[in-house]
T-cell receptor, first 114, second 114 residues
Framework: GDSVTQMEGPVTLSEEAFLTINCTYT??????LFWYVQYPGEGLQLLLK?????DKGSNKGFEATYRKETTSFHLEKGSVQVSDSAVYFC?????????????FGSGTRLSIRP | DAGVIQSPRHEVTEMGQEVTLRCKPI?????LFWYRQTMMRGLELLIY????????DSGMPEDRFSAKMPNASFSTLKIQPSEPRDSAVYFC????????????FGQGTRLTVV
């Protein structure tokens, strides 16, 4: 079945460092891919998405490119801030299915030091 | 739209009591998901509905858990009897299945069973 694997955390970086959080997926169809972020005490919220191969999603300085050849959707940011400290989830869904579920990775906790 | 609305935000109950969590999805969405989040197990999908019909309840931990969706605008997750190990944050999410849209999450219900 479909699945998502993302790098384990926690990840601790200094402010202004470069960030990469790896995500790979397994899917039988042509899924849409998402990154969600969860700030302390809150629910998950969409950070960015890509719906087809080679699409790049971007938001708040974060980027991720849908790579079908490597089945990856790695999250990157050139210069992180303390306010980026949160848990990040990679996810996929198959929009072509009438009743498919959204599958999440295990989450990666990111902590940014001032 | 006010987004996905969950109630209560916090619930503290004694072991053995019945607990009911409520969710109002975003109007027009046709799929609804219940998740449980703990430090140990991360984000777990418990059950999801499509057009008010339960599609997959394989994530429901045991018979003490039940979920209903009597109409498109309301769902409940019930635990009877509750146990301390059920303590977690429970999230509800909704989406428009079959389209390239993401899931929208509620703020969650923090359940503590003492």
């Amino acid at each position: 079945g479909d699945s998502v694997t993302q790098m384990e955390g926690p990840v601790t970086l200094s402010e202004e460092a470069f960030l990469t959080i790896n995500c790979t997926y397994t899917a039988t169809g042509y899924p849409s891919l998402f990154w969600y972020v969860q700030y302390p005490g809150e629910g998950l919220q969409l950070l960015l998405k890509a719906t087809k191969a080679d699409d790049k999603g971007s938001n708040k300085g974060f980027e991720a490119t849908y790579r079908k050849e490597t089945t990856s959707f790695h999250l990157e940011k050139g210069s992180v801030q303390v306010s980026d400290s949160a848990v990040y989830f990679c996810a996929l869904s198959d929009p072509g299915s009438s009743a498919s579920k959204i599958i999440f990775g295990s989450g990666t906790r990111l902590s940014i030091r001032p | 739209d006010a987004g996905v609305i969950q109630s209560p935000r916090h619930e503290v109950t004694e072991m053995g009591q019945e607990v009911t969590l409520r969710c109002k999805p975003i109007s027009g969405h046709n799929s609804l998901f219940w998740y449980r989040q703990t430090m140990m197990r991360g984000l777990e999908l418990l059950i999801y509905f499509n057009n008010n019909v339960p599609i997959d309840d394989s994530g429901m931990p045991e018979d003490r858990f039940s979920a209903k969706m009597p109409n498109a605008s309301f769902s409940t997750l019930k635990i009877q009897p509750s146990e301390p190990r059920d303590s977690a944050v429970y999230f509800c999410a909704s989406t428009l299945q079959g389209h390239y849209t993401e899931a929208f999450f509620g703020q969650g219900t923090r359940l503590t069973v003492v």
